[in-house]
Protein backbone atom coordinates (compact mmCIF):
# COMPACT_ATOMS: atom_id res chain seq x y z
CA UNK A 1 0.00 0.00 0.00
CA UNK A 2 1.49 3.57 -0.93
CA UNK A 3 2.52 5.59 1.64
CA UNK A 4 0.33 8.28 0.71
CA UNK A 5 -2.62 6.05 1.72
CA UNK A 6 -3.15 6.05 5.66
CA UNK A 7 -5.97 4.83 7.15
CA UNK A 8 -7.53 6.37 10.33
CA UNK A 9 -8.33 4.20 13.05
CA UNK A 10 -12.11 5.84 13.79
CA UNK A 11 -13.65 8.25 11.85
CA UNK A 12 -16.60 9.60 11.60
CA UNK A 13 -17.15 12.16 8.09
CA UNK A 14 -17.93 15.46 8.17
CA UNK A 15 -20.23 16.53 5.16
CA UNK A 16 -19.82 20.12 3.49
CA UNK A 17 -23.37 20.53 4.10
CA UNK A 18 -22.65 20.16 8.39
CA UNK A 19 -20.12 22.80 8.22
CA UNK A 20 -22.65 24.91 6.22
CA UNK A 21 -25.03 24.15 9.00
CA UNK A 22 -22.30 24.97 11.79
CA UNK A 23 -21.81 28.24 10.02
CA UNK A 24 -25.44 29.12 9.81
CA UNK A 25 -25.85 28.03 13.70
CA UNK A 26 -22.44 30.80 14.01
CA UNK A 27 -24.23 33.61 13.38
CA UNK A 28 -27.50 32.61 15.08
CA UNK A 29 -29.62 32.25 12.23
CA UNK A 30 -31.25 29.16 13.57
CA UNK A 31 -31.50 27.85 17.41
CA UNK A 32 -29.76 24.28 15.95
CA UNK A 33 -29.42 23.33 19.92
CA UNK A 34 -33.15 23.25 20.30
CA UNK A 35 -33.63 21.37 17.46
CA UNK A 36 -30.82 18.48 18.57
CA UNK A 37 -32.69 18.54 22.21
CA UNK A 38 -35.33 17.89 21.01
CA UNK A 39 -34.63 15.21 18.58
CA UNK A 40 -32.69 13.89 21.24
CA UNK A 41 -35.39 13.99 23.94
CA UNK A 42 -37.67 11.91 20.96
CA UNK A 43 -34.33 9.21 20.03
CA UNK A 44 -33.72 8.13 23.89
CA UNK A 45 -37.35 8.72 25.01
CA UNK A 46 -35.75 10.77 27.58
CA UNK A 47 -36.90 14.34 29.67
CA UNK A 48 -33.70 15.84 30.10
CA UNK A 49 -31.05 16.36 27.71
CA UNK A 50 -28.18 18.67 28.35
CA UNK A 51 -25.80 19.64 25.91
CA UNK A 52 -21.73 20.06 26.36
CA UNK A 53 -18.19 20.36 25.21
CA UNK A 54 -17.24 16.71 25.54
CA UNK A 55 -18.08 13.22 26.89
CA UNK A 56 -15.55 14.26 29.63
CA UNK A 57 -17.05 17.15 30.83
CA UNK A 58 -20.65 15.47 30.60
CA UNK A 59 -19.29 13.11 33.39
CA UNK A 60 -17.93 15.50 35.37
CA UNK A 61 -21.28 17.79 35.59
CA UNK A 62 -23.25 14.52 36.45
CA UNK A 63 -20.58 13.26 39.10
CA UNK A 64 -21.07 16.65 40.45
CA UNK A 65 -24.76 16.91 40.64
CA UNK A 66 -25.21 13.72 42.27
CA UNK A 67 -23.31 14.45 45.16
CA UNK A 68 -25.66 17.19 45.86
CA UNK A 69 -28.66 15.34 46.21
CA UNK A 70 -29.71 14.97 49.64
CA UNK A 71 -27.89 12.06 51.29
CA UNK A 72 -24.63 12.06 49.23
CA UNK A 73 -22.89 14.04 50.95
CA UNK A 74 -20.28 11.76 52.41
CA UNK A 75 -20.21 9.34 49.12
CA UNK A 76 -16.61 9.71 47.61
CA UNK A 77 -15.85 6.72 45.41
CA UNK A 78 -16.76 6.62 41.93
CA UNK A 79 -16.23 2.83 40.96
CA UNK A 80 -15.35 2.33 36.80
CA UNK A 81 -13.83 -0.67 35.18
CA UNK A 82 -10.04 -1.04 35.13
CA UNK A 83 -9.91 -0.97 31.25
CA UNK A 84 -11.47 2.39 29.99
CA UNK A 85 -10.98 5.55 28.05
CA UNK A 86 -8.82 7.40 30.43
CA UNK A 87 -11.32 10.48 30.21
CA UNK A 88 -13.08 8.31 32.64
CA UNK A 89 -10.89 8.36 35.38
CA UNK A 90 -9.88 11.89 34.79
CA UNK A 91 -13.59 13.13 34.77
CA UNK A 92 -13.60 11.07 38.46
CA UNK A 93 -10.77 13.04 39.55
CA UNK A 94 -11.60 16.37 38.02
CA UNK A 95 -15.88 15.98 39.90
CA UNK A 96 -13.29 15.86 42.90
CA UNK A 97 -13.76 11.97 43.82
CA UNK A 98 -11.85 8.84 44.16
CA UNK A 99 -11.31 6.41 41.58
CA UNK A 100 -11.89 3.36 42.00
CA UNK A 101 -11.29 0.35 39.81
CA UNK A 102 -12.96 -3.05 39.02
CA UNK A 103 -11.41 -5.77 36.74
CA UNK A 104 -12.78 -6.43 33.72
CA UNK A 105 -13.95 -9.77 32.23
CA UNK A 106 -12.07 -10.58 29.28
CA UNK A 107 -14.97 -11.89 27.23
CA UNK A 108 -17.22 -9.32 27.01
CA UNK A 109 -14.44 -6.32 28.11
CA UNK A 110 -17.19 -5.26 30.59
CA UNK A 111 -16.99 -5.26 34.42
CA UNK A 112 -16.41 -8.70 36.37
CA UNK A 113 -19.62 -8.51 37.92
CA UNK A 114 -18.21 -11.40 40.70
CA UNK A 115 -15.71 -8.92 42.13
CA UNK A 116 -17.74 -5.80 41.77
CA UNK A 117 -19.68 -6.13 45.05
CA UNK A 118 -16.54 -6.13 46.75
CA UNK A 119 -15.79 -3.07 45.52
CA UNK A 120 -18.78 -1.48 46.72
CA UNK A 121 -18.72 0.40 49.90
CA UNK A 122 -20.65 2.68 51.63
CA UNK A 123 -18.74 5.43 50.03
CA UNK A 124 -19.96 4.50 46.86
CA UNK A 125 -21.43 7.30 45.13
CA UNK A 126 -21.63 5.54 41.29
CA UNK A 127 -21.36 3.20 39.22
CA UNK A 128 -19.97 3.48 35.72
CA UNK A 129 -20.10 1.24 32.58
CA UNK A 130 -18.65 1.88 29.81
CA UNK A 131 -20.18 0.17 26.99
CA UNK A 132 -16.81 -0.12 25.07
CA UNK A 133 -16.34 -0.86 21.17
CA UNK A 134 -20.32 -0.18 21.21
CA UNK A 135 -20.96 -3.37 22.99
CA UNK A 136 -23.69 -2.89 25.29
CA UNK A 137 -22.58 -3.24 29.64
CA UNK A 138 -24.90 -5.93 31.58
CA UNK A 139 -26.72 -3.32 33.30
CA UNK A 140 -29.14 -5.77 34.02
CA UNK A 141 -26.64 -7.23 35.76
CA UNK A 142 -25.26 -4.29 37.68
CA UNK A 143 -28.78 -3.00 38.68
CA UNK A 144 -28.71 -6.26 40.69
CA UNK A 145 -25.52 -6.41 42.29
CA UNK A 146 -26.36 -2.50 42.92
CA UNK A 147 -29.84 -3.59 44.23
CA UNK A 148 -30.95 -2.08 47.84
CA UNK A 149 -28.32 0.69 47.96
CA UNK A 150 -28.51 4.31 46.30
CA UNK A 151 -25.76 4.09 43.91
CA UNK A 152 -26.38 5.74 40.81
CA UNK A 153 -25.79 4.19 37.34
CA UNK A 154 -24.28 6.38 35.18
CA UNK A 155 -24.28 4.66 31.30
CA UNK A 156 -21.35 6.07 29.45
CA UNK A 157 -22.45 5.30 25.95
CA UNK A 158 -19.81 7.71 24.69
CA UNK A 159 -18.78 4.85 22.26
CA UNK A 160 -21.93 3.35 21.75
CA UNK A 161 -24.38 6.03 20.35
CA UNK A 162 -26.92 3.67 18.95
CA UNK A 163 -26.19 0.73 20.20
CA UNK A 164 -28.96 -1.28 22.03
CA UNK A 165 -30.24 -4.28 24.16
CA UNK A 166 -33.65 -5.65 23.76
CA UNK A 167 -34.49 -2.71 21.51
CA UNK A 168 -33.00 -0.15 24.76
CA UNK A 169 -30.92 2.03 23.65
CA UNK A 170 -26.94 2.51 25.38
CA UNK A 171 -26.83 5.45 27.58
CA UNK A 172 -30.95 5.06 28.46
CA UNK A 173 -30.49 2.44 30.92
CA UNK A 174 -28.94 3.70 33.73
CA UNK A 175 -30.22 6.95 36.04
CA UNK A 176 -28.58 8.83 33.70
CA UNK A 177 -26.92 8.63 30.16
CA UNK A 178 -23.70 10.11 28.61
CA UNK A 179 -22.36 10.76 24.76
CA UNK A 180 -19.54 12.06 23.41
CA UNK A 181 -19.42 13.50 20.19
CA UNK A 182 -15.39 13.57 19.77
CA UNK A 183 -13.22 12.82 17.04
CA UNK A 184 -13.40 9.34 16.73
CA UNK A 185 -17.07 8.36 18.11
CA UNK A 186 -19.75 7.24 16.43
CA UNK A 187 -20.38 10.89 14.66
CA UNK A 188 -18.89 13.93 15.77
CA UNK A 189 -19.56 17.54 15.98
CA UNK A 190 -15.57 18.12 16.44
CA UNK A 191 -16.29 18.44 20.38
CA UNK A 192 -19.15 17.54 22.01
CA UNK A 193 -21.11 15.69 25.03
CA UNK A 194 -24.77 14.80 26.00
CA UNK A 195 -26.03 14.06 29.15
CA UNK A 196 -29.89 12.46 29.21
CA UNK A 197 -31.51 11.81 32.50
CA UNK A 198 -35.15 11.03 33.78
CA UNK A 199 -33.88 11.87 37.00
CA UNK A 200 -35.43 15.06 37.69
CA UNK A 201 -34.18 15.71 40.87
CA UNK A 202 -30.57 15.07 39.44
CA UNK A 203 -31.24 17.22 36.16
CA UNK A 204 -32.69 19.82 38.26
CA UNK A 205 -28.77 20.03 39.82
CA UNK A 206 -27.14 19.67 36.80
CA UNK A 207 -29.19 22.60 35.23
CA UNK A 208 -27.63 24.77 37.92
CA UNK A 209 -24.42 23.06 37.31
CA UNK A 210 -24.15 24.22 33.89
CA UNK A 211 -26.26 27.77 34.09
CA UNK A 212 -22.94 28.72 36.45
CA UNK A 213 -20.39 27.22 33.43
CA UNK A 214 -18.53 29.02 30.56
CA UNK A 215 -19.88 29.00 27.10
CA UNK A 216 -17.45 28.99 24.14
CA UNK A 217 -17.06 32.77 22.90
CA UNK A 218 -16.68 33.79 19.20
CA UNK A 219 -13.46 33.17 18.39
CA UNK A 220 -13.59 29.32 19.81
CA UNK A 221 -16.78 28.87 18.04
CA UNK A 222 -15.01 29.96 14.89
CA UNK A 223 -12.03 27.21 15.98
CA UNK A 224 -14.51 25.16 15.64
CA UNK A 225 -16.01 25.68 12.43
CA UNK A 226 -12.32 25.88 11.06
CA UNK A 227 -11.61 22.69 12.99
CA UNK A 228 -14.70 21.05 11.12
CA UNK A 229 -13.08 21.52 7.57
CA UNK A 230 -9.69 20.41 8.40
CA UNK A 231 -11.44 17.08 10.14
CA UNK A 232 -13.62 17.35 7.27
CA UNK A 233 -10.95 16.82 4.15
CA UNK A 234 -8.24 15.42 6.33
CA UNK A 235 -9.81 12.18 7.79
CA UNK A 236 -10.02 10.81 3.98
CA UNK A 237 -7.28 7.71 3.98
CA UNK A 238 -5.59 9.45 0.98
CA UNK A 239 -4.71 12.94 3.07
CA UNK A 240 -5.09 11.02 6.66
CA UNK A 241 -1.05 10.29 6.11
CA UNK A 242 -0.30 14.11 6.85
CA UNK A 243 -2.02 14.98 10.37
CA UNK A 244 -0.66 11.28 10.91
CA UNK A 245 2.92 11.96 10.31
CA UNK A 246 2.70 15.40 12.55
CA UNK A 247 3.93 14.74 15.97
CA UNK A 248 2.94 17.91 17.19
CA UNK A 249 -1.01 16.87 17.23
CA UNK A 250 -0.61 13.48 18.82
CA UNK A 251 -2.80 11.74 17.25
CA UNK A 252 -3.82 8.14 18.93
CA UNK A 253 -2.12 9.48 21.36
CA UNK A 254 -3.71 8.49 24.81
CA UNK A 255 -2.86 10.96 27.87
CA UNK A 256 -4.38 11.14 31.20
CA UNK A 257 -5.39 15.03 32.15
CA UNK A 258 -7.88 16.79 34.19
CA UNK A 259 -7.21 19.71 32.31
CA UNK A 260 -10.44 20.20 30.39
CA UNK A 261 -12.78 22.92 30.39
CA UNK A 262 -16.71 22.04 30.93
CA UNK A 263 -18.48 24.38 28.47
CA UNK A 264 -21.96 24.22 27.22
CA UNK A 265 -22.16 23.68 23.97
CA UNK A 266 -22.10 25.82 21.18
CA UNK A 267 -24.50 26.11 18.41
CA UNK A 268 -21.68 25.47 15.90
CA UNK A 269 -21.73 22.07 17.34
CA UNK A 270 -25.57 22.47 16.83
CA UNK A 271 -25.35 22.92 13.68
CA UNK A 272 -23.06 20.93 13.10
CA UNK A 273 -25.39 17.86 14.26
CA UNK A 274 -28.71 19.18 12.29
CA UNK A 275 -28.58 15.80 10.19
CA UNK A 276 -26.83 13.51 12.96
CA UNK A 277 -29.89 10.96 13.36
CA UNK A 278 -29.06 9.83 9.69
CA UNK A 279 -25.98 10.16 9.71
CA UNK A 280 -25.48 8.14 13.48
CA UNK A 281 -27.74 5.42 11.76
CA UNK A 282 -25.87 5.05 8.08
CA UNK A 283 -22.23 5.19 9.87
CA UNK A 284 -23.56 2.51 12.28
CA UNK A 285 -25.07 0.38 9.90
CA UNK A 286 -21.69 0.57 7.56
CA UNK A 287 -19.90 -0.23 10.70
CA UNK A 288 -21.91 -3.70 11.65
CA UNK A 289 -21.35 -4.86 8.19
CA UNK A 290 -16.94 -4.10 8.50
CA UNK A 291 -17.70 -6.00 11.93
CA UNK A 292 -19.97 -8.97 10.54
CA UNK A 293 -17.00 -9.06 8.00
CA UNK A 294 -14.10 -9.37 10.16
CA UNK A 295 -15.81 -11.82 12.74
CA UNK A 296 -16.63 -14.43 9.97
CA UNK A 297 -12.66 -14.18 8.34
CA UNK A 298 -10.77 -14.75 11.66
CA UNK A 299 -11.13 -18.24 12.37
CA UNK A 300 -8.84 -17.96 15.14
CA UNK A 301 -8.93 -14.56 16.65
CA UNK A 302 -10.45 -14.10 19.68
CA UNK A 303 -13.22 -13.40 19.71
CA UNK A 304 -15.58 -11.30 22.33
CA UNK A 305 -18.95 -12.17 23.28
CA UNK A 306 -22.05 -9.85 23.48
CA UNK A 307 -25.00 -10.05 25.24
CA UNK A 308 -28.43 -11.86 24.00
CA UNK A 309 -30.34 -9.81 21.58
CA UNK A 310 -27.93 -7.01 21.65
CA UNK A 311 -26.57 -5.14 18.75
CA UNK A 312 -23.03 -3.37 19.26
CA UNK A 313 -22.24 -1.12 16.86
CA UNK A 314 -18.60 -1.17 17.20
CA UNK A 315 -16.97 2.15 16.49
CA UNK A 316 -13.96 -0.11 16.38
CA UNK A 317 -13.47 -3.93 15.81
CA UNK A 318 -11.46 -5.27 18.97
CA UNK A 319 -9.81 -8.53 18.56
CA UNK A 320 -7.17 -10.18 20.90
CA UNK A 321 -3.96 -10.91 19.74
CA UNK A 322 -2.02 -14.14 21.58
CA UNK A 323 1.18 -13.06 22.07
CA UNK A 324 2.38 -10.18 24.18
CA UNK A 325 4.31 -7.97 21.25
CA UNK A 326 3.77 -8.34 17.97
CA UNK A 327 5.70 -6.19 14.82
CA UNK A 328 2.89 -3.98 14.13
CA UNK A 329 4.81 -1.84 11.40
CA UNK A 330 2.58 -0.79 8.38
CA UNK A 331 -0.47 -2.34 10.52
CA UNK A 332 -0.99 1.65 11.38
CA UNK A 333 -1.06 2.57 8.17
CA UNK A 334 -3.77 0.04 7.39
CA UNK A 335 -6.09 1.67 10.77
CA UNK A 336 -4.89 -1.46 13.02
CA UNK A 337 -3.88 0.35 16.56
CA UNK A 338 -3.63 -0.05 20.26
CA UNK A 339 -7.00 0.99 21.78
CA UNK A 340 -5.85 2.86 25.46
CA UNK A 341 -1.90 1.86 26.15
CA UNK A 342 -2.36 0.71 29.53
CA UNK A 343 -4.79 -0.30 31.82
CA UNK A 344 -6.06 2.48 34.53
CA UNK A 345 -3.84 1.45 37.57
CA UNK A 346 -0.94 1.76 35.35
CA UNK A 347 -1.60 5.56 35.05
CA UNK A 348 0.87 7.11 37.32
CA UNK A 349 -1.56 9.24 39.30
CA UNK A 350 -3.56 6.08 40.23
CA UNK A 351 -0.21 3.61 40.93
CA UNK A 352 0.88 4.21 44.11
CA UNK A 353 -2.74 3.54 45.72
CA UNK A 354 -3.25 0.43 43.73
CA UNK A 355 -0.78 -2.61 43.47
CA UNK A 356 -0.87 -4.49 40.39
CA UNK A 357 -4.82 -6.24 41.12
CA UNK A 358 -6.19 -6.06 37.96
CA UNK A 359 -4.51 -8.55 36.09
CA UNK A 360 -7.32 -9.19 33.49
CA UNK A 361 -7.36 -5.20 32.41
CA UNK A 362 -3.36 -5.33 31.84
CA UNK A 363 -3.60 -8.32 30.06
CA UNK A 364 -6.51 -6.78 27.64
CA UNK A 365 -4.59 -3.71 27.28
CA UNK A 366 -1.30 -5.84 26.29
CA UNK A 367 -3.38 -7.93 23.76
CA UNK A 368 -6.33 -5.65 22.46
CA UNK A 369 -5.70 -4.27 19.52
CA UNK A 370 -8.40 -2.49 17.22
CA UNK A 371 -9.76 -2.39 13.43
CA UNK A 372 -11.33 -0.20 11.41
CA UNK A 373 -14.56 0.13 10.78
CA UNK A 374 -15.81 3.46 9.56
CA UNK A 375 -17.38 4.77 6.56
CA UNK A 376 -13.85 5.06 4.38
CA UNK A 377 -12.75 1.72 4.69
CA UNK A 378 -13.24 0.62 1.16
CA UNK A 379 -13.35 -2.95 -0.11
CA UNK A 380 -9.90 -3.41 -1.38
CA UNK A 381 -8.07 -1.68 1.88
CA UNK A 382 -10.71 -4.08 4.24
CA UNK A 383 -8.62 -6.61 2.33
CA UNK A 384 -5.42 -6.04 2.82
CA UNK A 385 -6.05 -5.49 6.35
CA UNK A 386 -6.96 -8.95 6.56
CA UNK A 387 -4.37 -10.43 4.93
CA UNK A 388 -1.71 -8.26 7.02
CA UNK A 389 -3.47 -9.70 9.84
CA UNK A 390 -3.56 -13.61 8.37
CA UNK A 391 -0.20 -13.37 8.39
CA UNK A 392 0.30 -12.08 12.07
CA UNK A 393 -2.09 -14.59 13.08
CA UNK A 394 0.25 -17.44 11.20
CA UNK A 395 3.31 -16.24 12.72
CA UNK A 396 1.64 -15.87 16.24
CA UNK A 397 1.12 -19.81 16.16
CA UNK A 398 2.97 -22.19 17.69
CA UNK A 399 4.25 -18.82 20.20
CA UNK A 400 2.02 -19.31 22.65
C1 LIG B 1 -14.28 9.05 24.56
C2 LIG B 1 -14.84 8.57 25.81
C3 LIG B 1 -15.17 9.43 26.86
C4 LIG B 1 -14.87 10.90 26.82
O1 LIG B 1 -15.39 11.59 25.76
P1 LIG B 1 -14.65 12.95 25.28
O2 LIG B 1 -15.68 13.62 24.44
O3 LIG B 1 -13.45 12.55 24.51
O4 LIG B 1 -14.33 13.73 26.48
C5 LIG B 1 -15.73 8.89 28.00
N1 LIG B 1 -15.96 7.58 28.10
C6 LIG B 1 -15.62 6.70 27.14
C7 LIG B 1 -15.90 5.25 27.33
C8 LIG B 1 -15.04 7.16 25.97
O5 LIG B 1 -14.68 6.30 25.01
Redesign the pocket.
Known amino acids: MSYFYHIPPSAAPIYLRDIFNGLIGFFQIKDYLHKFRKELEEYFQTKNVFLVS???AA?TAILQALSRIDGNINKNEVIIPAY??Y??PAAVIKAGFKVKLCDIDPNTLDFDYSLLKDEITEQTLAVVP?N?FGIPSDIERLKQVVTGSEIFIVD?A??AMGASIDNKLAGSRGDLGLF?L?RG?NFTTV?G?IIITNRDDVAEEIKKILHNIEEYNKISQFLLLIKAMIISILIRPYLYWIPANLPVLGLGETRYSTQFEIRRMSNVQGGLAWNWLNKLKIFNEIRKRNAAYYRQTFSRLNKFKILEKSEATYHRYPISLRIEEVNMDGATRLGISKMYPGSIDHIPDFKSQQENSYPVATEVSRKLFCLPTHPYLNKSSRQKLVQQLQKVEESCKGTN
Open positions: SGRLTCSVCLDAQSDKEG
